[in-house]
């Protein structure tokens, strides 16, 4: 399968201070790129879709503002978390969309995940 | 929206029964329907998957059946192994569109 690459792993970090996590598709290019939060034994919440070359389009409720999303090349999309807090601590992961074959079907396949935790 | 429910939300089962996961969804236009696997603090991975234009699909021990009429698809382990415990989430999407997960199970299989 496709290889999605995500860094760190995990991360601690100061009350107010800002994270940037990255998600890159190492064999594939992705144009679309998903970035969910997922709380203990919860499913995956969506928070933003990432497309390259565009503005990110965020679900509901999720700040814009907060956690800023850049998909600057078809490999390589960023989540930042900005002025964070402990509420804000959680495992982040990222997911690309890989079409498999030439009738355009597709895959998902996820990062390992980024663990947050805010202190 | 796409909604998709996923049941049970927690299964038990001795290992070498069988394992029967259920999922229903309500976008008649969704037509790829992807099973994962989350072991604690990983990533899920894709482990089968089917499409609207196949009825079912096996790979191993592992099979999806899909009844598009009624809009629900299945997952099912058979000859259960505790390595199989784990959380297993599907999915429902349409092509270009985002991918609409369920709220997941969490397998257990007793040695």
């Known amino acids: 399968g496709a290889v999605v690459s995500q860094h760190p792993s995990w991360v601690i970090c ?3 201070t800002s994270v940037k996590i990255e998600c890159r598709s190492l064999d594939f290019q992705a144009t679309t790129m998903f970035w969910y939060r997922q ?3 919860q499913s995956l919440m969506l928070m933003a879709t990432s497309n390259e070359g565009s503005k990110a389009t965020y679900e509901q409720g999720v700040e ?5 999303i850049n998909h600057a090349s078809l490999t390589l999309s960023t989540l930042t978390v900005t002025s964070a807090h402990p509420e804000d601590s959680s495992f982040y992961i990222c997911s690309a969309r890989n079409f498999w074959d030439r009738r355009g079907n597709e895959k998902l396949f996820f990062g390992s995940g980024t663990q947050l935790s805010v202190l | 929206g796409e909604n998709v429910e996923q049941h049970p939300s927690t299964l038990s089962v001795q290992e070498g029964d069988s394992a029967v996961i259920k999922c229903t969804y309500s976008d008649s236009a969704s037509n790829y329907f992807p099973w994962y696997k989350q072991e604690l603090g990983k990533r899920p991975q894709l482990i089968i998957d089917i499409r609207s234009n196949v009825g079912e699909k096996k790979d191993q021990r592992i099979a999806v059946t899909l009844n598009k ?3 629900h698809f299945s997952l099912h382990i058979t000859e259960t192994q505790p390595e199989d415990s784990a959380v ?3 999915a429902a999407s349409r092509t270009g569109n985002q991918f609409y997960f369920g ?3 969490s397998l257990t299989v007793i040695p």
């Open chain 1, 14 to 16: 100061k009350s107010g």
């Open chain 1, 39 to 41: 709380f203990p034994k």
């Open chain 1, 64 to 68: 814009k503002d907060k956690f800023l």
């Open chain 2, 69 to 71: 009429t009624a809009k």
């Open chain 2, 88 to 90: 297993y989430f599907c």
């Open chain 2, 103 to 105: 709220t997941g199970t």
